[in-house]
């Protein structure tokens, strides 16, 4: 009995069948962006997770205290006990930025979960219905889409007080217009699927469809934007503690409150500013390259083959 040919990839290699989160995970293995995102967001993930254990000193401690003057702190490498120099506090600077990649991820993380449960709530409730509540729901997310980013949260966080809390919600709140409106672009492309037609012949509800079919395939698309905005969210955090608006104490480990006191050290301690900065920087572009890879693997029209 003769042999069946064995259909062949783009290089000639038997081709592969597997799920769509497998082809996802393939695609994902062969990106070097997506690799150097992970490790990026990895690294970040596991120093805020250890920082009680990994930070030399307590995160509120100073115990360079006595050794800062009116014009001169330690800079890095000065002296011994404290690698990265003092702050104006004489608090050590490599401890607050250890505890202060926890306080970032942690605003970040709650509060693109905020705006990610709020938006595909919102989303959900006008691809599912479409008609006058999809009117409704797309004009309040207008109305939210037309006030700046970044000013809308500082007006929620100014309106709440300033709190880690009040950070959160007011981040996540203006997040919630783009996963509205990415979850509902994406149920409306799904509603006129010829799975979603047999399933409104043999009769099943709006919800039982919504839940069963068109969420679970139009998710996706939000699920990256949710890694995408984590890296949008730590720069979002680190601007209203930069602002005043993160509350608590002065020597509070956040690095946007680190770039804030340093304003008056330039002159004599620029490093107070650049490696938060820089941490900011790298936490970012971390979650930028995983969710871009994740994007391009998922999108067959812009992912590489």
């Not at 890095?76 to 050590?92: K, M, Y």
Request: hydrophobic residues 50%; aromatic residues 6%.
């Amino acid at each position: 009995m003769p042999a069946v040919p064995v259909p062949e990839g783009d290089a000639g290699q038997p081709r592969r069948s597997g799920s769509f989160w497998g082809d996802v995970l393939r695609r994902l293995r062969r990106n070097p962006a997506a690799w150097i995102g992970a490790v990026v967001v990895s690294l970040f993930v596991l120093v805020a997770l250890l920082a009680p254990v990994l930070a030399p000193y307590p995160e509120l401690a100073t115990p360079g205290a006595g050794l800062r003057l009116p014009t001169y702190l330690p800079g890095p490498g000065e002296v011994p006990d404290f690698p990265l120099g003092i702050d104006r506090f004489g608090g050590d600077v490599l401890s607050k930025l250890i505890w202060g990649a926890q306080a970032s991820l942690l605003i970040g993380v709650a509060s693109t979960f905020f705006g990610l449960l709020g938006g595909m709530v919102l989303g959900a409730l006008a691809g599912a219905f479409g008609g006058w509540v999809d009117t409704l729901i797309m004009r309040v997310v207008d109305i939210l889409l037309s006030v700046p980013h970044l000013l809308l949260a500082v007006s929620i966080a100014a309106v709440l007080g300033r709190t880690p809390l009040a950070v959160m919600i007011a981040i996540g709140v203006a997040q919630v217009p783009i996963f509205a409106r990415l979850l509902r672009s994406s149920m409306l492309q799904q509603r006129e699927s010829d799975y979603v037609l047999a399933a409104r012949t043999l009769g099943l509800g709006t919800g039982r469809i919504t839940m069963t079919h068109l969420l679970p395939n139009s998710v996706g698309p939000v699920i990256v934007q949710a890694t995408l905005t984590l890296a949008t969210a730590v720069i979002d955090a680190a601007a209203l503690s930069f602002l005043g608006l993160g509350g608590g104490r002065p020597e509070t480990a956040e690095w946007g409150r680190m770039l804030t006191y340093a304003q008056a050290e330039l002159a004599i301690a620029p490093w107070l500013a650049f490696l938060p900065g820089i941490c900011i920087m790298i936490a970012a572009l971390g979650f930028t390259l995983l969710g871009e890879a994740l994007r391009e693997a998922m999108d067959p029209r812009t992912r590489k083959r």
